[in-house]
C-alpha cells in the first residue's frame, strides 16, 4: 500500500500547478482520499477531500482556487490548484482514509510547492 | 490560530509518562466526533498512531494511548523513548467550518 506525490515545483504568484498522488496496493475509488499542507515550520493544514462517491470538500483557505479529483483508470488522485498565492507555499501530501474507520492511515512522502516571483 | 489547541512543547525524562492534550469545542470534539492523533518525525511524513479516540493501528506500540472526554482528547505515551521524540498532531472534523482540523502541534523532547 503506497501514495507517490508528484508534480510540485517553483511557481509564480497567480499562477497554476496541477499536483498528482500515485496509488498502489488499493483502489482510491473505494477510499477517502485527502490533500494535507505543511508550510514551512509550520503545523498541517487539511486542504481537500474526495469521498469514495465523488462528493467534495475544501478547507476556506483554498476553496473556488483549488480542485481535487481522481482518475480511477489510473488510480490516481489530483488537486489542481489555481490562483496560487504566496501562502501556499508548503509541502503537499495526499493521504488516505478509510471509509469504515477514521483517521488518514497511508500518507505519501510530500511534494513541496513554493509559490514566489 | 488553530481550531483545536495543544501545548506547543512536551518533554519527559526517559522512561517516564507524557501526555499531550487538545483542545476543542462543541463544533467538533464536543459534538462526537473522532479524534485521532499523528506523529511526525523530522523530515518525514505524519504517521497514524491512535484512531477513533482510542484505538491504536497495527504496528503501533501499546505504550501510545489515546482518550476523550468532553470538548478534549488525550495523548499518553507511557515509558518515553529517545524515539519518541517528535511532532504530535490531534485532528477532528469540525461541523461549523464542514472539513477536517489539525491541532496546532506538540512538540515531544525527551530529556
Known amino acids: 500500500v503506497q501514495l507517490v506525490e508528484s508534480g510540485g515545483g517553483l511557481i509564480q504568484p497567480g499562477g497554476s500547478l496541477r499536483l498528482s498522488c500515485a496509488a498502489s496496493?488499493?483502489?482510491?475509488?473505494?477510499?477517502?482520499m485527502n490533500w494535507v499542507r505543511q508550510a514551512p515550520g509550520k503545523g498541517l493544514e487539511w486542504v481537500s477531500i474526495?469521498?469514495?462517491?465523488?462528493?467534495?470538500k475544501y478547507a476556506d483557505s483554498v476553496k473556488g482556487r483549488f480542485t481535487i479529483s481522481r482518475d480511477n483508470s489510473k488510480n490516481t488522485l489530483y488537486l489542481q490548484m489555481d490562483s496560487l498565492r504566496a501562502e501556499d507555499t508548503a509541502v503537499y501530501y495526499c493521504a488516505r482514509e478509510s471509509p469504515d474507520r477514521g483517521g488518514m492511515d497511508v500518507w505519501g512522502q510530500g511534494t513541496t510547492v513554493t509559490v514566489s516571483s | 490560530q488553530s481550531v483545536l489547541t495543544q501545548p506547543p512543547s512536551v518533554s519527559g525524562a526517559p522512561g517516564l509518562r507524557v501526555t499531550i492534550s487538545c483542545t476543542g469545542s462543541?463544533?467538533?470534539?464536543?459534538?462526537?466526533?473522532?479524534v485521532h492523533w499523528y506523529q511526525q518525525l523530522p523530515g518525514t511524513a505524519p504517521k497514524l498512531l491512535i484512531y477513533?479516540?482510542?484505538n491504536r493501528p497495527s504496528g503501533v506500540p501499546d505504550r501510545f494511548s489515546g482518550s476523550k472526554s468532553g470538548t478534549s482528547a488525550s495523548l499518553a505515551i507511557t515509558g518515553l523513548q529517545a524515539e519518541d521524540e517528535a511532532d504530535y498532531y490531534c485532528?477532528?472534523?469540525?461541523?461549523?467550518?464542514?472539513?477536517?482540523?489539525f491541532g496546532s502541534g506538540s512538540k515531544v523532547t525527551v530529556l
Open positions: 477513533d479516540n482510542t
Open positions: 474526495i469521498y469514495s462517491g465523488g462528493s467534495t
Open positions: 496496493g488499493f483502489t482510491v475509488s473505494s477510499d477517502y
Open positions: 462543541r463544533s467538533n470534539i464536543g459534538a462526537g466526533y473522532g
Open positions: 485532528q477532528s472534523y469540525d461541523s461549523s467550518l464542514s472539513g477536517y482540523v
